[in-house]
């Protein structure tokens, strides 16, 4: 063990690599900006200068080697008075309008500030430099008078996603996060994936929110009918913007607070996850036995989809038909559920809560419009944003009584929630797969192959005649380390699932922004635990799925289906 002192307080610790983590560790308060624990430490912000015993300098905790025999001071006047003139130097070059910003009550510069009582008082001098607001893209809005240098956006779109469209250019008060020759992000190879927005602790990348037009119209219902779904990922992490912890589970405690909200109908994106696997899986089974173009990928992840347009178009013909859930229940809403209501599909507001911000982008595509030409998903609120909706309605999220979802688009099994996770597409398409093709259930639910974080899964099934070979992909950066070696040859599979996202969606870029290093885990913990708490587990025997098709699709790939929960991709 290490042994060291902070504060003349001794301790020792066998885990900890930096001096910050040591501080960590023992509850010791140290300030960060640009440090996340899931990305790279940089030294840029300098908020976390400490004292030591080894020479005169400050040094920055979080890029400092914890060495045996140290004496850590991060209280002293001097550690204090050099937090406060480093962040009275990032509000001179900070745009505070803290009131509009989407950051607002979850921005780490604002605690900070509030915390050391730091006064505003630098004379601004961003104005003449940067200036520039890129809402270009509809999924997400870059603010740079707001940013801070902090390397976090940088880091996330290259390291973790591997797709490299921000970097850092210019010095000193003029330096700034920039796409290549600065064009607006929707001209780049930007797959609206969040993850900047997800790790910026500002608020100078953030979701294109739809709070204020989803507050319209639910104040402002006009005779209309506002439908909510929710996705999968949502339910283990919203919580988490009321303090609690990730991966408790909250599902009817959210679906309260949407009906509090002022929806009139909370149907659950669960149900079309369900649906989505005797869609998908029939395709499956079709390709393999009528030798369609395999392997098969799955298309619920909409940064992906972006993925293969923008990047992979060699591609398009792998990727399923199927909509993803959102867009499938969406269609089925406006098409099918409002006309047994007796409406029109206009009379219909679709509203979904997802944990991405590139299904604000999907929810905009041509092909997902009505055959009068509406959206089928009219506003995509993230997780994020739900939060921040019920907080400024001022609903008691923590003591509301649970409600349960509408039926019947609200019923769903434990195969339709483990979507949330990476793998979970696969192992609820294996479990209805296999037992339709051969008759019987597979031998255990929980195919653990499939399941955890190594970017790169592997496995094969005895499947009758032959072996279905599987693979699962998550993170941009393995996707496109898969696609390589799927050209070269070196891989070879029937189906395969991707999602842009470490985790999957609950890692996805519209989820609460955590600051722990473990909160995909725990979230992964709570998915799975929704799962086998259902009495149905396997998409096929979800009651609700065999009515509509019993009533209205027939059957899998039907001409209805193919219409209403199928489409296509362009490059
Ligand atoms: Fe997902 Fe999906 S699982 S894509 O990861 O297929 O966003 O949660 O809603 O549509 O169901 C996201 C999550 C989500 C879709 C489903
Ligand atoms: Fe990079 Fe994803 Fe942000 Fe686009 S959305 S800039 S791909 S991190």
Redesign the pocket.
């Given at each position: 063990a290490i042994k060291f002192t902070i504060n003349n307080k001794k301790y020792e610790s066998t885990t900890a690599k930096t001096i910050l983590e040591a501080c960590r560790e023992n509850d010791v308060y140290v300030p960060t900006l640009c440090y996340h624990p899931m990305l790279e430490p940089v030294g840029k912000c300098r908020l976390c200068l400490v004292e030591t015993n080894f020479g005169g300098k400050m040094v920055p905790a979080c890029a400092t080697d914890l060495r045996d025999g140290v004496e850590i001071t991060t209280n002293s006047p001097r550690v204090v008075n050099s937090v406060k003139s480093n962040l009275g130097l990032i509000l001179a070059t900070h745009n505070q309008e803290c009131s509009s910003c989407e950051a607002n009550g979850r921005c780490e510069l604002q605690d900070l500030v509030y915390r050391y009582g730091v006064e505003d008082k630098f004379p601004k001098i961003f104005e003449k430099h940067h200036n520039m607001v890129d809402s270009s893209s509809p999924a997400l809005i870059r603010d740079m008078d707001k940013c801070v240098l902090c390397y976090r956006c940088v880091q996330a779109c290259s390291l973790l996603q591997g797709m490299d469209i921000l970097s850092m250019t210019g010095r000193g008060v003029h330096a700034i996060p920039k796409t290549a020759f600065d064009s607006p992000i929707s001209e780049t190879e930007c797959i609206n994936c969040g993850a900047c927005s997800f790790y910026c602790p500002v608020g100078a990348i953030s979701e294109h929110s739809a709070v204020r037009r989803t507050l319209d119209v639910l104040e402002n219902k006009n005779g209309k009918i506002v439908v909510f779904q929710t996705?999968?990922?949502?339910r283990v992490a919203i919580s988490e913007e009321f303090g609690m912890e990730p991966g408790d589970i909250s599902t009817g405690r959210m679906v309260a607070a949407i009906r509090k909200l002022g929806a009139d109908v909370v149907f659950d994106?669960?149900f079309?996850?369900d649906l989505?696997i005797m869609e998908e899986g029939s395709e499956l089974l079709d390709r393999v036995a009528n030798g369609g173009t395999l392997p098969m990928f799955t298309s619920?992840?909409p940064g992906w989809i972006n993925m293969v347009e923008k990047l992979y178009p060699e591609f398009i013909p792998n990727l399923s038909s199927c909509r993803?859930?959102?867009?499938m229940l969406s269609s089925i809403i406006k098409n099918h559920w409002a006309e047994k209501m007796g409406r029109k599909p206009e009379d219909v507001i679709v509203v979904s809560v997802?944990?991405?911000t590139a299904?604000k982008d999907e929810a905009r595509r041509e092909e997902l419009k009505t055959e009068s030409g509406i959206p089928e998903t009219d506003i995509v609120l993230t997780t994020r944003e739900l939060g921040r909706l019920i907080k400024l309605k001022k609903i008691p999220f923590l003591s509301l009584e649970e409600s349960e979802y509408n039926n019947p688009l609200g019923e769903s099994t434990g195969a339709?929630v483990i979507?949330?996770n990476t793998g979970g597409?696969m192992e609820a398409a294996l479990r209805t797969a296999y037992e339709i093709a051969l008759e019987k259930p597979m031998p255990t639910l929980n195919y653990t192959p499939v399941r955890g974080f190594q970017g790169i899964k592997e496995a094969t099934i005895p499947f009758g005649e032959i072996d279905l070979k599987v693979a699962v992909v998550h993170q941009a950066s393995n996707i496109r380390e898969y696609l390589k070696k799927l050209k070269n040859g070196e891989v070879e599979h029937h189906f395969v699932e991707f999602?842009i996202c470490k985790g999957?969606?609950i890692g996805?870029g519209g989820e609460p922004k955590s600051l722990t290093s473990d909160y995909l885990e725990r979230r992964m913990k709570g998915i799975y635990n929704i799962d086998e708490r259902k009495t149905t587990r396997k998409s096929h025997e979800n009651q609700a799925v065999q009515q509509i098709y019993e009533q209205f699709f027939e059957k899998p790939l039907s001409h209805k289906s193919h219409k209403l929960l199928h489409t296509h991709y362009t490059n």
């Open positions: 996705a999968p990922a949502t994106t669960n079309s996850a989505t619920c992840c993803s859930p959102q867009g997802m944990p991405c299904k339709a979507f949330g597409v999602m999957g969606c996805g």
